[in-house]
């Protein structure tokens, strides 16, 4: 039996399991949080990402290839990983996407629409950039942002001092700030031979900061524009030597995609493929990381993830529905954090929106599922 080791033991690595053991492949977890919550496979607990720790040793002696469920991790732990033992996706694409600084860079040179940006390191390099690029725009940390987090959207020129106290000391990123008509995502698949294959667009729908619903395939979608996605997400993969799953977030504009963010990983938005498609991005991750032959990653129907956020709310109700597959995490409730998720289909877009609604009608707190009209 293939060991498979994860950097990371959360949600996504329980998910990675959960589709990787009918493949045969075994799980060793390498969690650097002190918090694992897969609850899954054998976990080894590193909150120091000492390179001597003779329990990093262990976990490479026994491990067939290492991948990562979390980019946010020491470039110099991935490298001297990539150094004893093959780890997919490559460290190059974790060293650009945890960067957006690098990411920035990289769409731009392949010629990828992306917000008008400037890097800033101080306070008067912020000044002059939100006065060169014009308000509104938004101002991230290049590095460790997710969920909204680290950002900060300033709308007249006096907010630079407040947005730099809150946010700066460190190197910032400012962007224009993109009128979208909706958030979208594609996510796909490469091995190491060049062989790809991409999933249909999702539409993201977020409340304070946090992905609440993905409907795929995005509905309403120009074939045009769903080719640009395709474009652009195969030149990034080849370009990076990327191997496994990778996902491109993109506004949709009046004027065409502009492209926000990538994670080298499995995402919560394809977390719908699980029942909407033959083969989920989890088992065409494993798949990738194994040169295993890829899945068919086409949609079977128009399918809506929910997410279960702080609280899991009436479960019980939710299991009595024939149409509502639930998927729960192992956590503990707390604000903000995701516990679950549930995926909806529909044979249409009408029924869809109706099961949606309903499910949500049971889940404290959750926002209206508004796809665009
Ligand atoms: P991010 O961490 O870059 O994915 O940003 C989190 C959320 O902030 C995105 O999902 C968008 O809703 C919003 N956002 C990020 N960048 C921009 C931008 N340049 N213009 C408008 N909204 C943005």
Redesign the pocket.
């Known amino acids: 039996m293939k060991k498979v080791g994860v950097l990371g033991a959360g949600q996504l690595g329980r998910m990675l399991a959960l589709s990787g053991f009918p493949l045969e492949l075994d799980f060793h977890f390498y969690d650097t949080s002190g918090h694992p919550s897969v609850g899954l496979g054998d976990i080894t607990i590193d909150t120091t990402a000492n390179l001597e720790n003779p329990e990093l040793k262990r976990f490479l002696d026994e491990v067939d290839v290492v991948t990562y469920e979390f980019e946010h991790l020491p470039l110099q732990l991935t490298q001297y990983i990539e150094s004893k033992t093959t780890l997919y996706p490559p460290s190059k694409s974790i060293e650009v996407c945890q960067d957006?600084a690098l990411e920035k860079a990289l769409f731009t040179k392949l010629g990828i629409p992306t917000?008008t940006y400037q890097i800033v390191r101080s306070l008067t390099d912020l000044e002059s950039a939100v006065e060169n690029i014009g308000c509104p725009?938004?101002v991230?940390t290049t590095t460790e942002?997710?969920?909204?987090?680290g950002?900060f959207?300033i709308r007249s020129n006096d907010q630079c001092d407040t947005a730099w106290k809150e946010i700066g000391d460190r190197t910032l990123i400012v962007?224009?700030?993109?009128?979208?008509d909706r958030?979208l995502s594609i996510i796909a698949v490469r091995k190491e031979n060049d062989e790809m294959e991409v999933y249909p667009l999702a539409e993201?729908d977020?409340h304070e900061?946090i992905l609440r619903f993905s409907t795929a395939p995005a509905p309403k979608l120009s074939p045009e524009t769903s080719e640009l996605a395709r474009t652009y997400i195969r030149e990034l993969m080849h370009e990076l030597g990327h191997v496994g799953i990778l996902t491109l977030?993109l506004?949709e504009t009046k004027g065409g995609l502009v492209a926000?963010?990538m994670a080298p990983r499995v995402h919560n938005s394809g977390h719908w493929s699980i029942e909407g498609t033959a083969c989920s991005q989890f088992e065409n991750h494993l798949r990738a990381i194994n040169d295993f032959p890829l899945g068919c990653t086409g949609a079977k129907f128009p399918t809506c993830m929910i997410n279960i956020i702080a609280e899991k709310g009436d479960i019980n109700s939710i299991m009595a529905l024939p149409y509502a597959h639930i998927h729960l995490y192992g956590k503990e409730e707390r604000k903000g954090r995701k516990l679950g998720h549930i995926t909806v289909q529909a044979d249409n877009l009408e029924e869809l929106k109706w099961r949606v609604k309903n499910v949500a009608s049971f889940l404290p707190g959750c926002p209206d599922y508004n796809l665009i009209p």
Do not use: A, C, I, T
Request: hydrophobic share 25%; proline share 4%; glycine share 12%.
């Open positions: 957006r917000p725009v938004v991230k942002g997710y969920d909204g987090k950002q959207v962007e224009s700030f993109v009128e979208f958030e993201n977020h900061g977030e506004f926000n963010e």
